[in-house]
């Protein structure tokens, strides 16, 4: 039931900009994205919801392709606070949410 | 505010032993999960709860139980904690279907 994300890690430059994949084998009803800083609890960034709809962060935005079952993350003009691990829980049914292994991004000065 | 807590924050056991973990949100949100997080698996689904009196199995729920009893809490017991239990987990709610996901702050367990 776990997504599979890529890359498993990456380091940026401030200002430089990133993309992380992550898909699913299953059918999805939802996709959707947090960030996790070391020894905290995830943080919501952004739903993309079936039918197009999407819900959240105003700086990161990320696409959702239901027939490939695929989502992608775009960081651009990243900062030092986007560095942390960024985890795609991906909603089958409308009400079961399976994270992926996680992607950590470092934004180096 | 609102808020989702997991007691206790950590907590070391010894093998066998019954453990539970608690979580209390105080949203009123119908929808609870438990996820466990370890090196390499990201975090993992244990059992999750869509109002009083319903439970689910996870991808990973053997060897732990849980039971709705109020729409505020959903306890995670370990009937008999293993070493390969030691993990961080979270607890986490929704209002609603596909809403976003509200963490607690975690519960890190070691089983000895």
């Known amino acids: 039931q776990q997504p599979v994300q890529s890359p498993q890690a990456v380091i940026l430059r401030e200002g430089e900009d990133a993309v992380i994949n992550c898909s699913s084998s299953k059918a999805l009803y939802s996709v959707h994205w947090y960030r996790q800083k070391h020894g905290e609890a995830p943080v919501f960034l952004m739903i993309l919801l079936k039918g197009g709809e999407q819900k959240g962060h105003d700086k990161i935005s990320a696409s959702f392709n239901e027939k490939k079952q695929q989502s992608s993350l775009y960081l651009t003009a990243s900062q030092l606070s986007y560095s942390g691990t960024y985890f795609c829980?991906?909603?089958?049914?409308?009400?079961?949410?399976?994270f992926g292994t996680g992607t950590s991004l470092t934004v180096i000065p | 505010d609102a808020e989702i807590t997991q007691s206790p924050r950590h907590k070391i056991t010894e093998t066998g032993r019954q453990v539970t973990l608690a979580c209390h949100q105080t949203w009123n949100h119908n929808n609870m999960f438990w996820y466990r997080q370890d090196l390499g698996h990201g975090l993992r689904l244990i059992h999750y709860?869509?109002?009083?009196?319903?439970?689910n199995k996870g991808e990973v729920s053997d060897g732990y139980s849980v039971s709705r009893s109020n729409t505020e809490d959903l306890p995670l017991t370990l009937e008999s904690a293993a070493s390969s239990q030691t993990s961080v987990y979270f607890c986490a709610s929704s209002a609603q279907s596909a809403g976003e996901l509200f963490f607690g702050e975690g519960s890190r367990l070691t089983v000895l």
């Open positions: 829980g991906t909603d089958p049914t409308g009400n079961q949410f399976y």
């Open positions: 709860s869509y109002g009083v009196q319903d439970t």
